[in-house]
């Protein structure tokens, strides 16, 4: 059972384009972030949702639109796609308050973008 | 988030300890020192965190010096699946608040 799971794994497309990459997380936590992992490997934060709600966008271009119907699922939506939006997405979950890890985050196995 | 200082690469022997440093002389009372790694090609992955007392779990020991400035994460018996990125990260415990990763220290675990 696969925790926090992101589609697609690869993605491969033309600059100017419109993509998607969807995430669901089976944890019951509620939430979720949006990570991005560039060519130097740096791992920054770019959007969380708590409960549908946006609580956290980190100057990231209007372009990326991230969508939530639920506490499940945020989904990432990338209009005109540049050569520099390359990079390995990875979504996160965590969950508020609790015993054990609570806070914690929990990320999927990344979505890999290549913009030609 | 206070920010950390790590060494960005180290070798470790297969089945010795590893003792990865990180040092974070601006963190508050609040925050929180945390551990995760990133094995190659994978979501970075939890694996400990730690306020002031040293702290154990079934992957790593945290050791938390007195003053809170620095932190060690122990590796007790390295194996070639630890070959990864760890990153030490300091942040108040509170869900929704982001974790910030810095550059990490590459450890290379090996025969």
């Known amino acids: 059972d696969t925790a926090v799971s992101q589609t697609p794994k690869y993605l491969v497309t033309q600059m100017g384009n419109d993509k998607s990459i969807k995430c669901e997380q089976n944890?019951?936590?509620?939430?979720m972030y949006w990570y991005k992992q560039d060519s130097k490997k740096f791992l920054k934060i770019m959007f969380s949702?708590?409960?549908?709600?946006?609580?956290i966008n980190e100057t990231v271009p209007n372009r990326f639109s991230p969508k939530s119907p639920d506490k499940a699922h945020l989904n990432l939506h990338i209009n005109s796609l540049e050569l520099g939006d390359s990079a390995v997405y990875f979504c996160?979950?965590?969950?508020?308050?609790?015993?054990?890890?609570?806070?914690?985050?929990?990320f999927g196995e990344g979505s890999r973008l290549t913009v030609l | 988030d206070a920010k950390t200082t790590q060494p960005p690469s180290m070798d470790c022997a297969e089945g010795r300890a590893a003792n990865l440093p990180c040092n974070h002389s601006?963190?508050?009372?609040?925050?929180?020192v945390y551990w995760y790694r990133q094995i190659h090609s994978q979501g970075p992955q939890y694996i400990i965190h730690?306020?002031?007392n040293n702290e154990t779990n079934e992957m790593a020991s945290l050791i938390i010096t007195e003053d809170r400035k620095s932190s060690t994460l122990i590796l007790p018996h390295a194996t070639l699946r630890d070959t990864a990125v760890y990153y030490c990260?300091?942040?108040?415990?509170?869900?929704?608040?982001?974790?910030?990763f810095g550059g990490g220290t590459r450890v290379l675990v090996k025969p």
């Open positions: 996160a979950s965590s969950q508020a308050g609790g015993r054990g890890l609570a806070g914690e985050l929990f």
């Open positions: 944890l019951g936590h509620d939430t």
């Open positions: 949702y708590n409960n549908k709600e946006l609580i």
């Open positions: 601006t963190i508050s009372g609040n925050e929180y």
């Open positions: 730690g306020l002031k």
């Open positions: 990260i300091v942040r108040v415990r509170a869900a929704g608040n982001k974790l910030t």
